[in-house]
Nanobody, 121 residues
Framework: QVQLVESGGGLVQPGGSLRLSCAAS????????MGWYRQAPGKQRELVAR?????????NYADSVKGRFTISRDNAKNTVYLQMNSLKPEDTAVYYC?????????????WGQGTQVTVSS
């Protein structure tokens, strides 16, 4: 089993910044890629950003966050970060960390418990 623990959500004014963190823990696993998704009330969960764990760490972003959000990772700590700048009210959602891992030869997907981000004046 792999556990994902998120932190860093909260209330911020429009134009402000937040940094989310997600740390993966467990035994006998290798992270293939990690990412952040979000779900606003009444909407489907959507991909925000994702990063691979390979050399260089290739990334992809939702169009709505390109140029404002940056995903990064620390492979040694099995941790992924999401730096969110120039936040807008429409970024308000519960943000979930996701990790695709290889564990005892099996590929599995794990989710964090979610952290609330509210952008409001």
């Amino acid at each position: 089993q792999v556990q994902l623990v998120e932190s860093g959500g909260g209330l911020v004014q429009p134009g402000g910044s937040l940094r989310l963190s997600c740390a993966a823990s467990g035994s006998n696993f290798r992270i293939n890629h990690m990412g952040w998704y979000r779900q606003a009330p009444g909407k489907q969960r959507e991909l925000v950003a994702r990063i691979t764990s390979g050399s260089g760490g290739s990334t992809n972003y939702a169009d709505s966050v390109k140029g404002r959000f940056t995903i990064s990772r620390d492979n040694a700590k099995n941790t992924v970060y999401l730096q969110m700048n120039s936040l807008k009210p429409e970024d308000t959602a519960v943000y979930y960390c996701n990790a695709d891992v290889t564990e005892s030869g099996w590929v599995r997907s794990y989710w964090g418990q979610g952290t609330q981000v509210t952008v409001s004046s």
